[in-house]
């Protein structure tokens, strides 16, 4: 089983400094791609490779990349934006690339850069995450130190000045568009679009934004192929994914796995099968914003593609399992909670709706509900949900809410007929 | 007014973007780093410094959870609610912290020593329950560990 991304991480947690990633063949791809090869080619290599957005989306790298003009002349100023923010709960798989493999990121970012033609990147990093910002200031401070960024990197006449910029919190921050106004020192809140960023990004100028997995993807593709990427997954979508699993698991962690691995086979081989005295009721695949699945679908592949017919996303990858001995509806009432709060309040049924649902979530959760709330949440469900919005925000947040009421509903029912929560004592 | 020192770091921030209001979180990160917290004269300060007006600045202020415009006390206890961390029960470490220093949520101690709020999610959702004080995280918390770790922070 191959592992790029994660194969010379060390398990102790440490830092893979310059020194030991450049012994392990690390940055020779850019001497091929920035002497050897056209940005068109790289280009038409990655779109070959079938790499979906690793952030949760899973738009092709590729075609995003394409729809940067090409003329540079007419164009000159283009930016490159690793999105790092990663805040939504229960997701956690970014951190272990940022923290631990630094310049396999670096390297993925010059190479994507080039492709695009940008000669400047921003990392917007998650506020949190403290470790990974020394880590990267370091691994950028050897990286302009060995020739590897700056001007003419390598004599190859590219140049490209990296920064890291780190958060100071708000979810929002991850949805792109919202991520350009707070890098330009702006309120994070959601842009219209069209026009997409590639147009118009960044202080108005062409830019992509891509996870940090989709970006720590790309050395390996231009060094490997895309024929060897696709061949590494278990599905036609090319390449690995990295997991986790969080809750009441024996061994909660990350791994990186084929894409498309069964999600039984990560819970049970990789995170040790549910903790003594728990029984596994469902999971949302991918993050807060994903839709349950439950005991009976757990054999589903995780792809982009297998999540869908069973009306779910693969959204991060990072898989939060439900237990026997958690309340549903105060699980869902959690994330509709962070979900209330982290609204930017820009457009009215997130900023209205979203605290209404919270709001019903807890009565009924604290045995005040009434039968008529479950009619409510469903109506939320549809008026918060695609259509009704500015962004994605809501709707993401109607996901859970909405899987929820159907595979948990006598849940529901009995805490509003016996007026308290079962699983209080 | 803000200290040399404040602005050669703001300054310093201008030079990586092509006009100085990018740098306006930027620079209330910095002054609050310096001062814990931002107070108005601090929103008219950076204002002036970024050729901005202050209602843009106390906007971005406003708007971002870890930039604070109310005074906090000299530590500061992020304790996390999200998901992963309400299965593993965040709520007994909450509890154990707000009746050693007998404050709830959004409350400093009388002597300044700590405030303590909550936050959704901080990434360590494979080692829950899981806070942070100040820069530090803490995971895989124990109820027995948790006086141990606030009396490094004096």
Not at chain 1, 253 to 273: K, Q, S
Not at chain 1, 279 to 292: I, N, Q, V
Not at chain 2, 41 to 56: K, M, N
Not at chain 2, 85 to 97: A, E, K, Q, S
Request: proline share 6%; hydrophobic share 35%; charged share 25%.
């Amino acid at each position: 089983m191959e592992k790029p991304l994660t194969k010379h991480i060390k398990p102790d947690g440490s830092q893979l400094d310059l020194k030991n990633y450049v012994s392990e063949g690390g940055y020779a791809v850019l001497n091929k791609v920035l002497k050897k090869m056209s940005p068109a080619d790289v280009i038409k290599e990655i779109k070959e490779s079938n790499l979906l957005g690793r952030g949760g989306a899973g738009f092709p790298a590729g075609v995003k990349w394409s729809y940067i003009p090409s003329d540079k002349e007419s164009e000159p100023s283009r930016y490159l934006v690793c999105n790092a923010d990663e805040m939504e709960p229960g997701s956690f798989k970014d951190r272990l690339l940022l923290e631990q493999h630094p310049h396999q990121l670096v390297a993925g970012m010059i190479l994507s850069a080039y492709a695009i033609q940008a000669d400047k990147a921003y990392i917007f990093l998650r506020w949190a995450y403290k470790k990974s910002e020394s880590v990267l200031r370091k691994a950028i401070g050897e990286a302009y130190d060995a020739g590897y960024l700056g001007k003419n990197i390598l004599n190859s006449g590219f140049d490209l000045d990296l920064y890291v910029h780190t958060s100071a919190g708000r979810y929002i921050c991850g949805e792109e568009t919202a991520l350009l106004n707070s890098l330009e020192g702006k309120r994070a809140i959601p842009r219209d679009k069209p026009p997409y960023p590639a147009i118009s990004g960044l202080f108005g100028k062409p830019t992509v934004v891509n996870n940090v997995e989709t970006l720590s993807n790309i050395p390996h593709i231009l060094e490997n192929g895309s024929e060897w990427f696709k061949s590494i997954s278990l599905t036609g979508e090319g390449g690995t994914k990295i997991y986790g699993v969080c809750g009441r698991v024996k061994n909660p962690g990350l791994w990186e796995l084929p894409l498309g691995t069964p999600m039984r086979e990560i819970i049970e081989d990789y995170a040790g099968g549910m903790s003594n005295g728990y029984k596994l009721r469902g999971a949302l695949p991918g993050g807060a914003s994903t839709d349950f699945i439950v005991e009976s679908q757990v054999d589903v592949a995780m792809d982009f593609a297998s999540l869908v017919p069973l009306n779910s996303r693969l959204g991060t990858g990072t898989i939060i399992v439900l237990d026997d001995k958690t309340c549903p509806v105060a699980f869902i009432h959690n994330l509709i909670k962070f979900f209330a709060l982290e609204s930017c309040g820009w457009c009215t049924p997130c900023r209205e709706g979203l605290p209404w649902v919270e709001k019903i979530l807890r009565s009924i959760e604290d045995g005040n509900g009434r039968e008529r709330d479950i009619g409510i949440l469903k109506f939320h469900t549809v008026y918060c949900g695609p259509g009704h919005t500015f962004c994605a925000h809501a709707p993401g947040a109607m996901e859970p809410l909405q899987s929820g009421l159907k595979y948990f509903h006598d849940d529901f029912v009995r805490h509003i007929n016996e007026k308290h929560c079962p699983w209080r004592s | 007014m803000l200290t040399e020192e404040e602005k050669e770091e703001i300054l310093e921030e201008v030079k990586h973007y092509p006009f100085p209001s990018v740098a306006c979180l930027d620079a209330l990160k910095i002054v609050q780093k310096y001062r814990g917290w931002i107070n108005d004269e601090s929103v008219r300060d950076i204002a002036g410094l970024l050729s901005i007006s202050p209602e843009q600045v106390d906007s971005v202020a406003t708007f971002y959870s870890r930039i604070y415009r109310k005074e906090v006390g000299r530590h500061v206890i992020l304790v996390c609610d999200g998901i992963s961390c309400m299965i593993l029960g965040y709520d007994r470490v909450y509890n154990h912290i707000s009746g050693r220093l007998g404050i709830c949520f959004g409350e400093t101690t009388p002597d300044k020593r700590f405030t303590l709020l909550p936050v959704s999610c901080l990434g360590d959702c494979d080692h829950s329950p899981a806070m942070m004080i100040d820069n530090d995280h803490y995971n895989n918390l124990k109820i027995e560990n948790i006086d141990h770790i606030l009396a490094k922070y004096i």
